[in-house]
């Protein structure tokens, strides 16, 4: 799975609710979810979220 602006602006934008940074974290997620790493990997939803969630509460805290 790989994210796009507009997964992250719709199926999860509840991430980023009342979130300080949050386009900085948005950016950030984008860098590393929008490809996957090679032919033979594929990020999972829950990567995605793990990873995710400890962005946007760095950024926040920030």
Do not use: P, V
């Amino acid at each position: 799975m790989t994210l796009t602006r507009e997964l992250l602006d719709t199926r999860y934008a509840w991430w980023f609710h009342n979130k300080g940074n949050a386009e900085q974290a948005n950016r950030e997620i984008l860098m590393i979810f929008s490809k996957e790493l090679d032919d033979c990997f594929e990020w999972t939803e829950q990567d995605i979220y793990e990873q995710s969630r400890k962005i946007i509460f760095r950024w926040d805290n920030a």
